[in-house]
């Protein structure tokens, strides 16, 4: 593991401040474009190892910077003086791609002569062909587009390229690309710099690496103070209603600055925006359904933030950053439940407060359950004339008065003695335990012998049958 307080000293000083830093002309007006004056945790570690060439494997969160940490090291070592493709960035998605490109253009400003393409679906792949009789200094684009222009129609040579960045590699995996991405590297330099970055790193993407990487710098960036989420997760039964019923049914009770909304499927996420469209919000959708234009439209308005509120699926905003995100309603539970993780984590950054309404049926209390036992606290409300009102704890603990365990439990807790030994809470707490124990097995034994008699009684109706 990188120890990223070793990065770029100066005069044995750690280097907090971009300025510390002793980039080239072209990096340093990038960075000046950007605004940035202190490296992100995430920047502290990366930079200094990418730019001595270094293999990476980058384990982040969104929004903590991750992009700039591999942007900056490429601008530093490509050459603009030189026609030819000199570093590769893939990403799974077409949003995504056009984000990071999007990031890139500060480059260009940076160095005029700095030729940077987007290579993905949607965009007229003639248009794509005669761009490329030009061959670009750095590429951006989807792991399918970039394959088939390199391997089949053979008009794109990444194979003279130095760089190699896959962004959420999980992600690539997930979606099944990661064969594209191998097809692509098993044709280029055996020297290349391959860089990965993801939320996590699965057992089969680590083989993958491993193929491709040479003694990789793992780089884990925890959570810090500045991105730790403050946010306050609120359960919201739906009751009879539908999902983009009691969206809007909760919608006037809060002003965001920005509301994310999450759909468990395309569908789910299609029909909302229209409710919502309806009842006169403006609304940016992201999801798989969207046509190259929608998308295209879609991602233009998350630049320019025209509207609060953003309706995506996990896979469409999974990666993109959508900056100032005061509200996250969550329309149900997904499958995966560190998805629901990062539905939450995306308000509650940069130590602001956020809140996560998360709307809930009744086959969602397993999920709610595991949750809660990795810590996460809920609240439990419901709004009722535009007003919320708090509701019982959703899995308070009942204790039924007639009950003789918790009687004899009772006993022991409040059994008073005049004088208290050293370790006697511990010595209570194992009577407790033992009492708990000794009831749960006179349950198994009664239920042993309960199922005892059932099988007892289904051989005889069989054997009465057979006769």
């Known amino acids: 593991m990188y120890n990223r307080r070793a990065a770029f000293k100066k005069g044995g000083a750690f280097m907090s401040k971009y300025s510390d830093y002793m980039f080239q002309k072209h990096t340093k007006m990038f ?7 202190e490296p992100t945790p995430i920047q502290q570690a990366v930079i200094p190892m990418a ?9 982040s969160a969104t929004g903590t910077g991750k992009t700039h940490a591999f942007l900056i090291p490429i601008m530093e070592k490509v050459d603009s003086s030189k026609p030819c493709v000199q570093a590769v960035i893939t990403a799974p998605t077409r949003e995504l791609a056009l984000q990071i490109y999007q990031r890139c253009e500060k480059m260009s400003e940076a160095d005029p002569k700095l030729v940077i393409r987007l290579i993905t679906g949607g965009i007229e792949k003639s248009r794509m062909i005669e761009q490329l009789k030009v061959q670009p200094h750095i590429i951006v684009g989807t792991p399918g587009r970039i394959k088939d222009l390199f391997l089949n129609e053979q008009v794109l040579r990444v194979d003279t390229a130095d760089i190699m960045v896959v962004d959420e590699a999980d992600m690539t995996l997930e979606f099944g690309f990661l064969e594209d991405v191998d097809a692509i590297a098993g044709k280029m330099r055996k020297d290349l710099q391959m860089m990965s970055f993801s939320a996590t790193i699965p057992q089969e993407l680590r083989l993958f690496l491993k193929k491709y990487m040479d003694h990789p710098q793992t ?57 919502m469209r309806d009842a006169g919000y403006g609304v940016i959708e992201l999801h798989g359904d969207l046509t190259p234009r929608e998308r295209t439209k879609a991602m233009k308005d998350l630049s320019n933030l025209q509207k609060s509120y953003v309706v995506a699926t996990d896979i ?20 995966e439940l560190d998805y629901y993780i990062h539905r939450s984590g995306r308000t509650g950054r940069a130590g602001h407060e956020g809140i996560c309404y998360a709307l809930y049926e009744k086959k969602d209390d397993t999920a709610i359950r595991q949750l809660e036992v990795r810590g996460i606290h809920f609240d439990h409300k419901t709004i009722k004339n535009g007003q919320w009102c708090d509701l019982e704890p959703l899995h308070k603990k009942k ?19 005049k004088k208290v030994k050293p370790g006697y809470k511990k010595k209570r707490q194992q009577e407790v335990e033992k009492l708990k124990r000794k009831a749960k097995r006179a349950m198994i034994q009664e239920d042993i012998q309960r199922q005892k008699k059932e099988r007892a009684k289904q051989k005889m109706l069989e054997k009465r049958n057979s006769e």
């Not at 469409?316 to 499958?335: C, L, Y």
């Open 31 to 37: 960075i000046e474009l950007e605004k940035f004056i």
């Open 219 to 275: 780089v884990q960036i925890e959570e810090q103070s500045a991105f730790h989420p403050k946010i306050q997760h609120i359960l919201v039964p739906v009751q009879h209603k539908t999902y983009a019923e009691k969206v809007l049914e909760i919608l006037p009770s809060f002003t965001p600055y920005v509301c994310l909304i999450f759909a468990n499927t395309r569908s789910e996420a299609a029909n909302v925006a229209s409710n």
């Open 51 to 59: 730019c001595k060439g270094k293999d990476i494997i980058g384990i």
């Open 316 to 335: 469409a905003a999974r990666g993109i950053d959508i900056e100032g995100i005061s509200h996250v309603i969550s329309m149900g539970f997904p499958k």
């Open 399 to 417: 204790v039924r008065k007639d009950d003789p365990l918790e009687k004899e439990i009772a006993k022991i807790v409040s059994r008073k003695k």
